[in-house]
């Protein structure tokens, strides 16, 4: 394999503190990254960088990991533009409107729907995206859930099973049955093409009883839990995901102390999806609180149709620094190694020996423009698995 060196780096975030500067973004000062095939195989000063085969001139720009968008919901068909206007001029956000989209969906051929992911993932690597999560939810039936999850099974390794997103308005009038359904036939036609098994619970979705009998469903056939919870008000869910070790517990917006301490005494991720928040002008989450409490933070998008329709990680960290209370440097952790624990992943969401070569080279000498620039098209060019894409030219 050919080996290529980044080199003239202003600034490389490698998220690992004995890497670099010993605080929790690592930073090396006037860099270099040796990468052969899809790893990263050596980082330091650039001046020290070992003879490859192939260099790249950063030319003072700063390098950092590909974001790690640990929640989306890209298996969908339809527009909502009019709910998000009308929301926008003063009704309420309920997750009523799910409904909308999976009729939509269920009506979409599947080329439509793989097209559509692959538009929204590519738009999302244009913006420094180098792993995404996305889920099913919009089919909720056997056939549409099974269907969605064999789709994004082609774009994506990180799969997740959301049968119970809503309960299906064919079971309107019969919850339980609904829950039978997504934890007996919808369950074992979707576990093959799943890593992960995700419930909305919240009220007027599932509770607690509800969920919990669907994650533990999921977890006998080998998928591991994730939540939606504490969204809409407080709620059971993030105790819920601590109890069955679930990998994020994600928006967390409604938090007792007692979630916090929950959370900060577990390795279940706390993830923010500020997204939402901007989208249905909703409380937005305490970081500040959840980081002094000593939780794990992720920031993801939550892209979906109709309270998050944005695939940009750079300006959820800027709506994370400016109205969550987290500093420039917590948002792009959050954004990055954050993603890859709410993942349970150790080869993304840093830059060092052995990781996967993703990074991101921004039109910026620091990481602190993605906040302080918000709205800018900071990202110079992509690498993926180290490949090089997307490198945008000047003048």
């Given at each position: ?22 605080s ?7 860099a ?24 790249v ?49 269920r009506?979409?051929?599947d080329?439509?729907?793989?097209a559509?992911?692959?538009r ?14 996305t ?8 056939q549409?859930?099974?269907?969605a999850?064999?789709?994004a ?6 799969v ?5 997103h809503?309960v ?17 036939p919808m ?26 009998a ?35 517990a994600d ?7 007692a979630d ?11 993830t ?8 249905t ?50 948002a ?31 039109d910026?000498?620091?990481?602190v ?14 690498w ?9 030219k000047?003048?």
């Amino acid at each position: 394999m050919t080996t290529t060196a980044i080199t003239h780096i202003a600034a490389l975030v490698t998220n690992d503190p004995s890497l670099g500067d010993n605080s929790p973004l690592g930073l090396i000062q006037d860099a270099a990254v040796v990468i052969e095939g899809d790893r990263v195989v050596w980082t330091g000063e650039s001046s020290k960088a070992p003879a490859t085969d192939n260099a790249v001139d950063a030319a003072g720009r700063a390098v950092i990991p590909g974001f790690v968008d640990s929640h989306s919901h890209l298996l969908f068909a339809g527009d909502r533009t009019q709910e998000f206007n009308a929301r926008m001029s003063g009704r309420a956000y309920t997750a009523g409107g799910i409904r909308t989209t999976v009729a939509a969906t269920r009506a979409a051929t599947d080329e439509e729907l793989s097209a559509n992911v692959a538009r929204y993932l590519a738009e999302a690597l244009r913006q420094g995206t180098t792993t995404f999560e996305t889920k099913s939810g919009y089919g909720l039936t056997v056939q549409d859930e099974a269907r969605a999850l064999r789709i994004a099974a082609r774009h994506t390794d990180e799969v997740t099973f959301l049968g119970a997103h809503i309960v299906s308005p064919d079971y309107a009038d019969d919850p339980a049955g609904y829950v039978d359904l997504v934890t007996g036939p919808m369950l074992d036609a979707c576990a093959p093409y799943a890593r992960w098994i995700d419930v909305f619970c919240e009220k007027g979705a599932f509770d607690g009883d509800q969920a919990r009998a669907v994650l533990t469903a999921g977890r006998a056939k080998g998928l591991h839990p994730r939540v939606h919870a504490n969204q809409l008000g407080h709620g059971p869910g993030v105790q819920l995901a601590v109890e069955l070790d679930a990998a994020s517990a994600d928006h967390c917006t409604h938090l007792t102390d007692a979630d916090i301490d929950a959370l900060a005494q577990s390795a279940t991720v706390a993830t923010l999806l500020p997204g939402a928040e901007f989208s249905t002008r909703a409380t937005w989450p305490d970081a500040r609180r959840i980081l002094d409490a000593g939780a794990t933070v992720a920031l993801s998008t939550d892209c979906n149709p109709g309270s998050s329709f944005t695939s940009s990680m750079p300006f959820c960290i800027a709506l994370a620094v400016r109205d969550m209370g987290m500093t420039p440097d917590e948002a792009l952790w959050s954004a990055t190694a954050g993603g890859a624990a709410a993942l349970r992943r150790t080869d993304i969401g840093r830059i060092g020996p052995g990781a996967r070569a993703d990074l991101v080279v921004l039109d910026a000498p620091s990481h602190v423009h993605l906040a302080y620039r918000p709205g800018v098209p900071l990202v110079h060019e992509v690498w993926r698995r180290g490949e090089r894409t997307g490198a945008r030219k000047h003048g």
